[in-house]
Each structure stands twice: as C-alpha cells, then as structure tokens.
C-alpha cells in the first residue's frame, strides 16, 4: 500500500512537472532551460522503465539500467511497432478512460495509446500549446475549424479527431464542422456537400481552418482540379495538413501538394501548414515546406540506421522522438520515419518499413 | 579502359533522348538486322556468346575488370558478391548448353537456320521454322544485371534486332556485356541498342511507347504496377513476356539435419542469402525447418548465422541507402523486442496476458554496428517476406503441409523452393509443390543459380519469344 502511494505520488509529480515545462515554454518570460529539459527526461525514463512493463524487459534486454543512462541520447526509444503488440502503459486498466489507435487497414492490428483522465488532460495541453505556437500568429478573432476528419463521436480512437475537437472547442470562432464520415477502409470525404459547406462558410467572410489528411486534401484537390474550379478561402485563412496517404489516393510530394492546395484555395505563401503527429505521441512538429519543428518539451534525434549512432546535419537518419508528455506510456520512441536536419528543422524523407530493396516490389509488411 | 560510345546509353544522362532519336535508332537496327544477324547460323551466334562468355571468365579480361573496378559503386553489390555472380551465369553460356536450350524450347538445334522436322512432324509430313521477332524490346529491372544479360543472349539467338532499357542505375553491366559482345563481333553490335532512364523521369512513357510502337515483341521484368501499366500502353496485337517479381523459399527436412548434414546445408544456405545480396527473385526469405525435437530451427538459424557473418569476412555486402538500411534496423528492433518479451515471459512464469498481446517466440542474430546480415528465428511460422540485404527468417514447421499452408498467400508469387530432404521423399514433395504453383525446385545453395535451360518462371523462355511457320508437303 505504501509502494503504491509512492508510485502514484511520483507519477503524478512529473504529470505536473511536465505540465509545468509545458506552460513555462509558452509564454513565460523565463522559459526552462535545456538542462531542466534534460532532468526531467531523465526522472521520466526512470519512472517509465520501473513501471511500464515491456519497457523495462526492453531496457534490461539492452543491458541498460536506469542507473546507466545519465544523459538523454542514451535513453532506449521504443518502436511505434510495440504499441501494436505490447501493452506500453503505466496505467492502472481501471484507470483507462480513452485509447487512441493508429490509422491503418483493417486488416493490421492498430497500436494502442491509453490515457487516463489525468494523461489525456496532459496530451491536450501539450497540443494546444503546440498547435499555438505551430499556426502562429492566429489571426485575431481566430480561425472557423473546418475538419475534413469524421466528428470526434464516430472516430473515438483517433488522436487527430480528438485534437482537432479540442482544438475546436478551445479555439474556433463558432462550431468546429466535422465533413469527413467513418468508411470501410478508414475515413471517407462526401466531396460534394463537404465542398458546398465549404462554400457557404467561406461566404461568412471570417478566416477558416481547414484541417485534414493529406490523402483527404489530394481527394479535395483532385475535385476542384477536375472541374477547373477554385475556392477561394476568405483572407487569412490556413490549411493544416498530416500524415501520409497510405495507398489511398495518388501519393504527391508535400511541396507539389501544398502549391496545388495554395493554388486552388487562393492561400498566401505561408498559408499551408503541415502537422507531423502519431497516436502513440502526445506533442506533434509543425512547419512548412522547409521543415518540421517539435515543441521544447519534446526533442528529436536521428540515428543512422547502420550503426545506431546520431547523424550530423543533412544526413538521413531514423527519428526518434523523446517527448515529455508522453507521461503514461513511454516517452522515448522510434518512429520508424526517416528525416534529415536542415538548420533547426527536419525534413521527413520516407518510411522505413516500406522502403523497398532496389528492382523488388513485394514488400509486405 | 574507356568505353567508346556505341550505344545511347554510353552517352549518359546528359543525352537527352527524344522518340524520334528512338525511332530512327529502331529503324538502323532493324536495317542491320536485315544485313547481317538474319544471315547468320545458329552455330555462328552461339560461338560468338560461348566465346565471350569464356573471356569474362578471365581474371584480366578488360570489361570484367570495369565491370568489377566501377559495378560496387553502381550496383551496390561488393566484388566478390559481383564477381561470383557474373561468374556464375558466365558459366553457364556454353555451346553445349546454349544449344541444349534450342532443342529444348524448339525441338531441333536447326530450328532457327532451316524447315526442320521432328519425328511426329515428319510423319505429319510437316517441317517448321522458328522465326524471332524483328524488333525485340526488353524492358529490364535493376535489381541484379543477369536477366537483362539472359534477355540479351536470347534475343541474338532468335536474331532478332533489340532494344534494351535499362533503369539508370542498372546499365553498367547490361552495357559492359554489349560491348564485349560487340568487341568479339562488332556487326552484331550494330543491331543491338541499349538505352537508360527511370521509369519515374518526366517523358519516360512517351519514349516507352515509341519502343512499344516499334516492337514485335516486349519482354518487361518489374512489378505488378509497372507491368500493368506496360500492359495497357502496349498497341493491340503486340507480344508482352511479362516477368513480375517473385519470391522463393526453402525447406529443410527431418532427414537433412544430421550433424555432417547441417554443416553443408548451413554452407549452402548461406551461399543462397549472400548470391546477389539476396536481391533476386530466386533469392530466399525464409527457410521453414522441419523439426523433429525443438529446437533444430534454432540450431540451425545459430550456424546460418556463423556462416554469414565468417561471409562477411570473405564477401562483404556493401553499402545499402539509409532507407534500405533502416529498414532492417526497424525489423530487428521489432523481432528483439518480440524475443526479450517471450524469454521475460518464459523466465519469470508470467502470464503472456498480463502484458503482452503476442508471445510467439523470436530470437535475433545480427552483425553488430552494422545492418550486414541478420538472423531471425520467428516462431510465427505463416510466410514473411524479408527486407532482404541478407536479412532471412528461419521458421519451425512440424511438416511439409504446414509450410503449404503457411506460404499460401504468397502461392501465386513463389518462384524457387530449395528442398534439403532425402530421395525417398523427394518425389512426393516436389509433385505437391509443382501442383502448388513452385516453378522450381532445386537444392539448397543453388537457388540463385539456375541453369541456361531454366524455365523463367514455369515458361520456356526462348520458345516464348519466337513465332512458327510450318511448311506443309
């Protein structure tokens, strides 16, 4: 019982400390230092590795102790792929009140992200104080949330729907609008009534957000292509996109896709945002075409994948990604992404598992 | 040695080729063709390839000394892995066997010189002639240089004229061997055009379909997309021999796993994960291990690994593309982590429930600091396809019908089986995987190394490619 108390005690502890360096990041004219950063990643890993239990079997498989790790670039990232086969949780199951699964085909099994009401409070500060900073400066009077995702009561599991219906509650001027509906294999977009919505909304004249999947703003894009026709957004007005397209619709690169976006939407050159978040993250980077950035309290490392060590500048690597709100589940993470450091920023270049060897084309996952 | 410019692909990336410069070049093939290759006998042109072949065999022969000088830095391969298989199928380009593989496909040494009968056609009263295709052209993959090589070898033996489109960073091989041809023979050099750009690049379908235009017949290697699209851009009445990719596998039995047995059978495995890095269509991603006691898979993906990395030593692999190499850093993550969750399971009795979702076993071996091989012992026996690069999977089956059962999504794609079993089993197994849909079995440690008479993918390959004119009497 005492353990217990000690446990709980601890981990709601670095829950407030984490909230703490969170809101002390935004805003605050004295903002943690790196160091704090650092101490606190620590704590993190050594709270994580005691109680989230295939972390510690991975930890101990790897020969490292929590007494071993003394900066954070020696911390173990776990794969995105455990949070498919493993329970990666602190969490008491009766505590359990919301898990967010990964996009994907029917067919694989979805990794699983658990929260308590405590975790959850955590990952909606973590997003809003990085959207904030992401999509800066709002324009004043705020932004209409336009979604091109299914409503947050029809994609219950998926962390983005939960983002943007939080994002939408706290931020939108007037109801966030929800056009996209659950399909067979995934989320469907109704093209038609969500762009006569879309329409109507940009009569009202006041800046929207649209939000949505790359593979949703190619379907809307490849529409308004097709009929030679453009929308034009009212002043002001921005879109977000995330994620990758999945096999869903054509793959375009991010900077073709965000000109036809610009093009066809009458957007400014900096009116197209992209959002690089995951189900088993609680912090997502922001940026545009010239890259991608992470919150403080989340860092990003890349590693060759030769020989596990960190690249330099410019050189492709493995993303890992060590983010302090993940407080639950496990704070280190490899994401099984490959991107590349250009000054501050990070640029993706692909997926792993995909990557095909040279001439062969049957890689199943 | 520099290479003079004979064919367009000499000139590199700057040339920027247009379908007109296509079709004119078609039109001199076609022209040379006509002046010289279709006046050749058989006898003439299987001379040439058994000759060039045996100097590419020769340590000091000047374009497999280019060949092996710049192919590491083009094709990735190390020396010794390049070297062994150009060796390989160099080997194989005999008079005997090249003749061999006429009377296979055609039934008569002479069928592509003169009306020829076979005895049923005699009592037919019948003689027939093999005609190739006037234009032929190849479509090659960039994976590994023999098959567009082979492609080469029976195009001149149909005497046909051809045009061989190679991937940019798949020609120097395709190209050395054109030269050295040429070099034994330069008029055969003149009805023989190779050509490189990627499918991806801007213009690359219109200069395909100025080939496809000229063509009698197209060869394509590549996958399900790309051959598809091929298919449809193709003009009616044209001849596609479409390659899509495969993939193969081996069996090890009970009977095979005797001590003295494994040694060889580890040696040969490994010879079939380091041919070509593994890159091939024939080339092995899992080896299921007939186990009679547990434990036998394990031993053997133990010494399988030994092996690979003693390779390592004596063939390198060479350099992969940080994608390629992440992902096999990805997938061995995966499987460790799958490995210390069964032995934390296993050793401290908890309850797979408590917190795991799967605890079926998985025991990594791996080069360390590096991606070079990998071992991976999965206890998942259903069939998985690898990253390759020399990354194999070693799966316990307690029978042959389990590996059937376990391989059949991929039923429709296996190529080659390697068998390791005793003879008196041999001729069950290999009746069940030919009904199967396999298209080759061989033994272990050959799989990347079938013969000149190999049927590509269950079709003769020669046959395929020529059209019969029967003279009736």
Redesign the interface.
Known sequence: MRLQNRLHDSFSNLLSDVRLFIERSSGSAVPPSGKEWEALALRLFGFQCRNV??YG??C??LGISEASVTDWKSIPA??T??F????VSSLDPADRVAVFHSSGTTAT?PSRHHHSVATLALYEASLEAGFLRGLAPLPTGGFRFVSLTPEPGSAPHSSLVHMIAHLGRRLSSGEAVFLGRPGADGWDLPLEPALETLVRLAREGRPILLLGTAFQMVHLMDRLAGSGSFLRLPPGSRVMETGGYKGRSRSVPRDELHALIRGRLCLAGDGVVTEYGMSELSSQAYGGESGLELPPWARLLLV?????KEVGEG????VRVVDLSNVGSVMAV?T?D?AERRGGLFRL??R????E????????P | MNLPNLFLADLGPALELSPTTLRDACFALRRNREDWLLRQRTRTLVEILAYTAEQWLEPGFGFREVALREGPGET?FGVATLSRGLDAFFRQLTVENLEALIVQDLGDVRRLDDFTSTAVEMRGGRRSLAVGPELLVHLT????PNPALFSMVLGLLTRSAQVVKC?R??ALIPRLFAHSLAATESKLGSSLELVAWSHAEPGAASLEEALFEEAGCITAT?????LESVRRRIPQGKRLVAYG?R?SFGFISRESQSTYAMKRLVRAAADDVTAWNQ?GCLSPHVYYVEEEAEGMAARFAGELAEELARRESTEPRGD????????????R??Y??????A??VSERNLSGS?????STSAQVWASE???AWTVVLDGDPRF??S???RFVYVKPVRGFDEVLRFAEPVRH?VSTVAVAAPDDRMDALSVRLARWGASRICPVGRMQDPPALWRHDGRPALGDLVAWTDLET
């Open positions: 239990p295939v079997v991975w101990r498989s776990l794969p792929h455990a498919k086969d493993f329970d099994r060759d994948p030769e020989s596990g050189t492709p690597g493995l490899e099984g490959l270049l692909g792993a598992e995909t990557a060897p040279r001439g062969c084309s049957l890689m199943t | 990735g993959a960039g994976n590994l991937p960073r798949g590549g996958g399900d997309e790309m990719h993939l890159l992969l593309s940080t994608g390629e190499a992440a992902a096999i850093a990805s997938r993550t995966a460790a982590l799958r490995a210390a969750a032995s934390a408590l917190f795991f979702e799967t600091g590096s991606t998985k396809a990253c390759l690069n794609q």
